[in-house]
């Protein structure tokens, strides 16, 4: 019928050397070094979460301002996708008035470790009724001695996250 094809020459015909008792070293090296690289990146993006768990600086300022009924609450936006709100009272118990601040939020896993960190500027409730608005501090400074609703908004939060109550901390303070 048809003719079958003849075998391919083998590396001895074409005077070539095959040493079957070494596997070739390129690919096993090239494996190993991927393992490496693959190990490092894990241990560097583990340990970044949790070892950055307190902010780095504090501003000064941040001491004389109270954080408190801290409460939290989801909803579903326009797009259909749940947005997680922290809603508490921020009261200034310093003798300047504070026209802006930033707060660092730390959602924390089961185990306790920092499942996500974000920081936002401080939202204050401006309007209750008929809706919630927002505004940044600087059009609606806290005076000494006065208290304000405040509003956080993140439109993801980490499936790690245990559900409780993040940590706050003001980590930022602009005063007038």
Do not use: C
């Amino acid at each position: 019928m048809g003719q079958s094809p003849s075998p391919l020459p083998s590396l001895e015909s074409i005077g070539g050397k095959r040493d079957e008792s070494r596997p070739p070293l390129g690919p096993i090296v090239i494996g190993a070094a991927a393992v490496v690289v693959a190990i490092v990146v894990i241990i560097i993006f583990t340990r970044g979460g949790q070892t950055n768990s307190a902010p780095a600086t504090v501003d000064p300022y941040a001491a004389s301002l109270a954080v408190s009924d801290v409460a939290m609450s989801t909803a579903d936006n326009f797009a259909g996708q749940q947005v997680t709100y922290i809603e508490g009272k921020i009261t200034n118990n310093g003798d300047k008035t504070v026209s802006g601040a930033t707060m660092q939020v730390l959602f924390h896993d089961s185990l306790g470790q920092v499942a996500q960190k974000e920081s936002q500027r401080l939202m204050v409730i401006t309007t209750r009724q008929p809706y919630v608005d927002t505004a940044p501090l600087s059009s609606a400074p806290l005076k000494p001695g006065e208290t304000k609703d405040f509003r956080l908004t993140f439109e993801h939060v980490s499936a790690d996250w245990n559900m409780q109550v993040p940590e706050l901390t003001i980590t930022r303070v602009s005063t007038q």
